[in-house]
């Protein structure tokens, strides 16, 4: 499917499935799901087509929910799976990530890109906000409009003199700035409004003061989000504390940077008064579990969190630390770990679920066009089969999805109204020559 036909927007009707709406009453349905012209047009019950032009996707035996959103995740990194296991967050950045992002050229973003992007669609995710490298931000952009996936992209920022930073990532302040300009301009806004940017100011430790300071004032002026990591790891906070002599998220408010705009990955090793300054600034948490455990970083506090009032979204990270993009894994893993220490209450599966669907599309600031099936949204609507052995019998939706479904049970993915998966085909791009060029493109760079 090229980009043209899927700017053809007939109608596009998801056929007798279960529909998990996640609307405000989380309203459970039976019947189709029906999108006209990009947006959701008919809820339940049976659809009878409006025009000629109109798909019918056969939904039966499937839960039909919005697409997954996966808040943090970097689609330049999938070319390193497998490359850089059983290490800690800075030693990792350090050996391995740096010099590899920093090895990166345009052909090599793009296979990583596509990879990504392949991955995420055919698992069900069909949003994400996603934190590139310093350069080649143009060709992740370019990925990602031809693959058909919804994605705030922001280039990673790295302005710091700091000599573990390979020269071919170190950038001064005005490039950087320059740079995140010139793609605003480039792709804020593109592909129909499925492409947007995102300031993103890799760490605190990777960036000036002045450069924090300027996104955080260009980022409100522009209405550009901030896409950062916080207190991920022990090492990382007491960095922070020696070179600010506070703690984090206090030194990213007194820089400017947190708001309702903002989104920032991990957040794990945070005092109450943090805690209560994230909240009071409707700053969003994403929360990646897998990347957490695999990096040994620690657990974030998400019913603390949430307590507090803290908007909280899921996100897989990065292929390297995870090892994959698997937002059903992120979902089943999130529901599970908290109930260790907050008791088996903590995110029960409606609420999981709700993480991962609109409160990701809040995290993108999207919540009113995506995350949630109700009329008038975007159609950004994907069909998980219900039927497999390790599904059934489905008590409830909420559980099959939260505990039980796996991404390669989706069966069907549309965004903004435009399918992109097909009876677990992707339609966008061949995978043969996604995994082909990634294969290729990994050896050229790990030889
Ligand atoms: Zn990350």
């Given at each position: ?263 920032i990955a991990h957040c794990i090793h945070l005092s109450d008064d943090e805690r209560r300054l994230l909240a009071a600034r409707g700053a969003h948490v994403c929360h990646c579990p897998s990347s957490n455990l695999k990096l040994a970083s620690g657990i974030c506090r998400v019913p603390e969190l ?142």
């Amino acid at each position: 499917m090229t980009s043209e036909t899927m700017s053809e927007r007939g109608e596009l009707i998801f056929r007798g499935g279960t529909i998990l709406t996640i609307d405000p009453g989380h309203r459970v349905l039976a019947g189709d799901v029906a999108c006209r012209d990009g947006r959701i047009v008919h809820l339940g019950g049976a659809y009878t087509p409006q025009t000629s032009d109109y798909q019918i996707v056969d939904s039966a035996g499937c839960i039909v929910m919005p697409g997954l959103v996966q808040a943090h995740v970097h689609t330049c990194q999938t070319l390193a799976r497998g490359r850089a296991d059983d290490m800690e967050l800075l030693d990792w950045l350090r050996e391995v990530i740096w010099p590899y992002e920093a090895s990166l050229d345009e052909a090599a973003a793009t296979a990583s890109a596509e990879l990504a992007c392949a991955e995420l669609l055919l698992g069900g995710t069909t949003a994400i906000l996603d934190m590139g490298t310093v350069h080649h931000t143009d060709a992740i952009f370019a990925a990602a409009e031809r693959s058909g996936i919804r994605a705030t992209i922001g280039k990673a920022m790295m302005d710091a003199a700091d000599p573990q930073i390979p020269p071919g990532l170190r950038e001064s302040t005005a490039a950087s700035l320059d740079e995140a300009a010139r793609l605003i301009q480039r792709w804020h806004g593109a592909a129909n409004g499925r492409l947007r940017y995102a300031y993103a100011p890799r760490f605190v430790l990777s960036c000036t003061d002045e450069l924090l300071r300027e996104v955080g004032v260009q980022a409100r002026a522009r209405g550009v989000r901030i896409h950062t990591h916080a207190s991920e790891n022990q090492g990382e906070v007491a960095l922070v504390r020696s070179r600010f002599g506070k703690d984090n998220i206090v030194v990213l408010d007194e820089l400017g940077l947190l708001g309702e705009h903002a989104c920032i990955a991990h957040c794990i090793h945070l005092s109450d008064d943090e805690r209560r300054l994230l909240a009071a600034r409707g700053a969003h948490v994403c929360h990646c579990p897998s990347s957490n455990l695999k990096l040994a970083s620690g657990i974030c506090r998400v019913p603390e969190l949430l307590a507090a009032g803290v908007a909280v979204a899921l996100g897989a990270d990065g292929a390297p630390c995870n090892n994959n993009l698997d937002g059903f894994v992120e979902l089943r893993l999130a529901g599970l770990l908290h109930k260790h220490r907050s008791g088996p209450r903590a995110l029960p599966a409606p609420e999981v679920v709700r993480l991962a669907t609109l409160a990701g599309a809040a995290a993108l600031g999207l919540a009113d066009r995506i995350g949630s099936l109700e009329l008038g949204k975007r159609g950004d609507v994907i069909a998980v089969d219900a039927t497999a052995l390790h599904t059934v019998p489905t008590g409830s939706p909420w559980s099959a999805i939260a505990y039980a479904s796996q991404s390669s049970d989706v069966r069907h993915v549309a965004v903004d109204g435009a399918l992109v998966v097909r009876d677990r085909t992707l339609l966008t791009l061949e995978v043969s020559q996604v995994r082909a060029r990634a294969t290729h493109a990994a050896a050229r760079l790990f030889s």
